[in-house]
């Protein structure tokens, strides 16, 4: 790297850092509820509060929203990063692999399953909650073993995208079914998981959801070498002594557990992980993933903030289901860069 | 002193359906080698099994004594570098990046070399004459500049094997001959031993030391000599429209 390079990589990492201190303090004072600033502060670093309630609200509620979107924006921007590159495919993200779809069929099966037992998601709120969690971890775990399972006896990459598409494809007629079948609750239910949300994650849940991100991002940054090499393609990376099975596998599983466990908490959250790629590869113009990767963490955290931040209307009593948000954020910068590139080859 | 490569026994295909059966090949490294034969003749298949890109059906290819098809990816790649016809696109690199990706057998975890490697990197961008390049967008470059890169890489790599498939196919006529010229040097000047395929049958006859002819699903060595002298051209040709010429060295139309 020339000494260019590198002092424009550290002014990013510097900015984009300032710039998630002040969206995530944002993300804690913006809200239907109105709290003094200097409140939040005190709530946060001093024990005692002017009001208990305020205090609940920031430590219980806005607090926990805002580190899972910290969470989830690193990953799935950093899950996105590394299927783009192994399938050599710039519309490639972490769900490209069914990982979402499995999640959905998971939870789909959980929901509307309770129905046939007599009970309902709305009477067990505490119940449904880590159900729903472990219905769509398990549901991921299933596709990606499928796919995992099949992946080493396959030559070319292509075909094992072809095939995620394939299983997701197969996986959400299945769920069509399912949705076909159950009552409009239940129906509501599942939307609502669709649609992903920030906001119904608990402290308990943060404890096990932060240190499996972490270590998630510590692994990826640790195969950014075999990263670079599978840009020259599978043939080259091999010709330079990477193991390419053993490579796949790798990128595949820390994907999972990256795309996996936050759509399992969150529900699927879109076009993060497509996006945030090519605006960090466009900002540090590198192919160097040892690069890219702290830079997609810290701009995908700044981005599902903002998208947090308006999910929640400041000002009214109302939100928005954060997919929306990142879709419509999301579909009209693809459109754009395709439009910019002309040609899609180009873009990765 | 002059150590040897060794193909014994060697069936390549794909699914084990054979496409060359038996191949049984001894000769002298530090030589040009040019693999030739008709579209089809399983030149590419060949050379992805020599390079480890294909698993073979059976049999051995060794080179210092040590079978390259059985080794580790990462052993492989002190010995065997490797360039194709049209390289892989990569964007957002510069030259000399790219051709540090030849240090990545000897390179820590994260791919950074120290002094040494960097040396390395210099003097193969020097060998390949693409010094001026060096801080250039690999993207930006012409089919010809980016095929003296991926050599640039694979010199880079330090290897004593090289294995190119086709590495003039997409190339107008000057950058052809350059790239022979280049590949010979190497192997005089660099003691390298250079495996490659190429449909420039009159170049190879001029710059090479060997040849290797697939014909009717075998392969042979033979000296650019004795292939000229045998009239073994004229045979593999199975054409009436055109016949090589012993005294010019080159191919006539009828």
């Known amino acids: 790297m020339t000494p260019e390079k590198n002092s424009t990589f550290l002014i990013l990492i510097l900015a984009l850092s300032i710039s998630i201190v002040i969206l995530f303090g944002l993300d804690l004072f913006l809200g239907s509820v109105n709290i003094p600033f200097k409140e939040i502060i005190k709530i946060l670093f001093t024990e005692d509060a002017t009001k208990k309630s305020w205090e609940i609200i920031v430590l219980e509620s806005r607090l926990p929203k805002a580190i899972a979107a910290v969470l989830c924006g690193s990953a799935l921007s950093v899950a996105g990063l590394k299927m783009q590159t192994l399938f050599k495919n710039p519309l490639a993200g972490p769900y490209i692999l069914g990982i979402s779809s499995g999640a959905g069929l998971g939870v789909a099966i959980f929901i509307m399953g309770l129905s046939f037992l007599g009970l309902s998601t709305v009477d067990l709120n505490s119940f449904s909650n880590i159900g729903i969690v472990i219905s769509s971890i398990i549901g991921s775990t299933l596709v990606l073993l499928l796919l995992l399972t099949i992946i080493n006896r396959l030559k070319d990459i292509m075909t094992v995208l072809i095939l995620g598409v394939m299983i997701g494809s197969a996986i959400t007629a299945l769920i069509g079914i399912i949705q076909y079948f159950s009552y409009d609750t239940q129906l509501k239910s599942f939307i609502m998981w669709t649609m992903g949300d920030l906001s119904s994650i608990t402290n308990s849940q943060l404890s096990i959801l932060s240190p499996t991100i972490i270590l998630g991002l510590i692994l990826s940054f640790i195969i950014s070498k075999p990263l670079n090499a599978y840009l020259m393609g599978e043939s080259y990376a091999k010709s330079i002594g990477i193991n390419i099975k053993q490579t796949r596998v790798l990128i595949i599983l820390i994907t999972a557990i990256l795309a996996g466990s936050i759509t399992a908490y969150c529900g699927p959250i879109g076009f993060i992980g497509i996006i945030v790629p090519h605006l960090a590869r466009m900002l540090t113009k590198t192919y160097n993933h040892s690069i890219l990767i702290p830079i997609v963490a810290l701009l995908g955290i700044n981005i599902l903030l903002v998208a947090d931040i308006i999910s929640q209307l400041p000002g009214s009593e109302k939100s928005l289901p954060i997919n929306s948000i990142t879709s419509l954020i999301g579909i009209p910068f693809i459109v754009w860069i395709i439009l910019k590139n002309k040609k899609i080859s180009n873009l990765n | ?254």
């Open chain 2, 1 to 254: 002193m002059s150590k040897q490569i060794t193909i014994s026994n060697l069936t390549v295909g794909y699914n084990n359906d054979a496409l060359l059966s038996n191949i049984n090949i001894t000769t002298n490294s530090n030589q040009l080698i040019a693999i030739i034969g008709r579209n089809g003749t399983g030149k590419s298949t060949l050379l992805k099994t020599l390079s480890g890109t294909l698993p073979n059906i059976s049999g051995s290819f060794n080179v210092d004594n040590k079978n390259i098809l059985t080794l580790p990816e990462t052993k492989r790649a002190k010995l065997l570098s490797l360039v194709t016809t049209k390289p892989e696109s990569v964007n957002n690199i510069t030259v000399k990046d790219f051709v540090s990706f030849g240090r990545y057998p000897y390179t820590n975890w994260l791919g950074i070399g120290n002094k040494d490697d960097n040396t390395t990197i210099n003097e193969a961008i020097a060998l390949c004459n693409i010094t001026e390049l060096s801080n250039r967008d690999y993207q930006t470059l012409s089919d010809g500049e980016k095929q003296r890169v991926n050599i640039a890489r694979s010199i880079a790599q330090n290897t004593p094997l090289i294995i190119l498939d086709e590495p003039t196919a997409h190339l107008d006529l000057v950058n052809k001959i350059e790239i022979f010229k280049l590949l010979k040097t190497l192997t005089e000047i660099h003691n390298k031993t250079i495996i490659f395929s190429s449909h420039q049958i009159e170049y190879a006859l001029q710059a090479c030391n060997e040849i290797w002819l697939i014909n009717n699903q075998e392969i042979n060595n033979y000296t650019p000599t004795q292939l000229i002298e045998n009239n073994l051209l004229n045979e593999i040709i199975k054409s009436k429209d055109i016949i090589f010429d012993k005294t010019s060295k080159t191919f006539k139309l009828q």
